[in-house]
């Protein structure tokens, strides 16, 4: 099992940047890849970023250009740095991992999430 727990958001002015952080915790030698995603209002969950064992990552076409994903494997931890940041970036932003493993002989796959950690960016 694996334990998510972000940090880092805020309230931002537009063109300020943020950093959020992502601790994870428990068993993650098989989580293969780590993301960032977001929520705002009566909107669907989004992708930010995704980061994967080898480092390749992956942005949504909203932040690209604008936010960076990042790994200290020693530290546990996923970091999302945040610049040029816009009213529309305002959302519940959520850390995921994504485990592979296997069960009753046959590979599976498991989504973590963490509470989430709120982003606002006033205009």
């Known amino acids: 099992h694996v334990k998510l727990v972000e940090s880092g958001g805020g309230l931002v002015q537009a063109g300020g940047s943020l950093r959020l952080s992502c601790v994870a915790s428990?068993?993650?030698?098989?989580?293969?890849?780590f993301g960032w995603y977001r929520q705002a209002p009566n909107n669907q969950r989004e992708l930010v970023a995704t980061?994967?064992?080898?480092?390749?990552?992956a942005y949504g076409e909203a932040v690209s250009g604008r936010f960076t994903i990042s790994r200290d494997n020693a530290k546990e931890t996923v970091y999302l740095q945040m610049n040029s940041l816009k009213p529309e970036d305002t959302a519940a932003y959520y850390c995921?991992?994504?485990?592979?493993?296997?069960?009753?002989?046959?590979?599976?796959?498991?989504?973590?999430w963490g509470p989430g950690t709120q982003v606002t960016v006033s205009s």
């Open positions: 980061i994967s064992t080898d480092e390749t990552t």
């Open positions: 428990g068993n993650t030698m098989d989580v293969k890849v």
């Open positions: 995921s991992a994504k485990e592979y493993g296997w069960g009753g002989n046959r590979p599976t796959t498991t989504d973590y």
